[in-house]
């Protein structure tokens, strides 16, 4: 299937919209000057997606994904995970395995496994947090991330995926971990690295192992590393990207 590319790359076109607005930079104070009230408004705006999207989605998919953040409350936006369990679905009808980069506690990873049919699944983490935090890794031009963050454990994570079949998780700093997985072909890959460095390698890495028609959907695509990752990357393959709800981007071979 050929590629289309983009005309201009993903960075560039968001460089000639307008500034901030009064609304996000107030927001941006509030969430990185006073981080005392992030849980509230995570909180709330979680509880407003369910609400919403309780009317127009099946019930069984929406006690999913409550179950799942009332077990581990989930970083991702709501309408962000409903994003994955549907696409993980759909990509589920091609030949392929399934991977995750940046597990943590395995709340997506228990989404996509959920809708992966007996495909096999692979998830990638150090565990450890991140690694490679680089001076480009900011949100909106604050420093948010740092080295260890979001470090989980592995048998318990390992654990909360026991009951579905096909499944392994590999700890290490991906791509250097994946020789293991060097020779599989991927239908359906989730990054939730949050670095520039990681998102490049890791979608140098499953770009030329995707099916036909597959795909890599991207979290974090707001910060100003992983918008800069997802760019260089467009602009050397070709790759067509689709901005999607919140702070996704999925690219499609």
Request: glycine share 6%; charged share 20%.
């Amino acid at each position: 299937m050929s590629t289309v590319t983009l005309p201009q790359p993903v960075a560039a076109l968001e460089s000639s919209s307008p500034g901030p607005s009064g609304f996000k930079l107030a927001m941006n104070w509030v969430i990185y000057r006073l981080r005392i009230f992030t849980p509230l408004i995570r909180y709330t705006l979680h509880q407003l997606q369910f609400v919403l999207m309780s009317w127009y989605r099946k019930p069984a998919d929406m006690q999913l994904l409550r179950t799942i953040y009332r077990e581990r409350r989930p970083l991702l936006q709501p309408l962000e995970s409903f994003n994955i369990l549907a696409l993980a679905r759909a990509q589920s009808q091609l030949d392929g395995d399934m991977a995750e980069v940046g597990v943590y506690q395995g709340s997506s990873a228990r989404m996509i496994c959920t809708a992966k049919g007996t495909h096999h699944f692979w998830g990638f983490d150090t565990f450890s947090g991140l690694a490679d935090v680089g001076e480009q890794d900011t949100h909106n031009g604050v420093k948010f991330f740092r080295a260890g963050h979001f470090a989980a454990d592995y048998e318990t994570t390992s654990a909360y995926l026991k009951d579905f079949d096909n499944v392994r998780l590999v700890k290490g700093f991906f791509p250097e971990s994946a020789g293991c997985a060097a020779e599989r072909k991927f239908s359906f890959v989730h990054l939730d690295v949050d670095t520039y460095g990681s998102t490049l390698a890791s979608m140098r890495f499953f770009w030329p192992r995707l099916v036909d028609r597959g795909i890599i959907i991207t979290h974090d695509a707001h910060s100003d590393g992983v918008a800069s990752a997802i760019a260089e990357f467009t602009a050397e393959t070709g790759a067509r990207a689709i901005s999607s709800a919140c702070s996704q981007v999925i690219l499609i071979r």
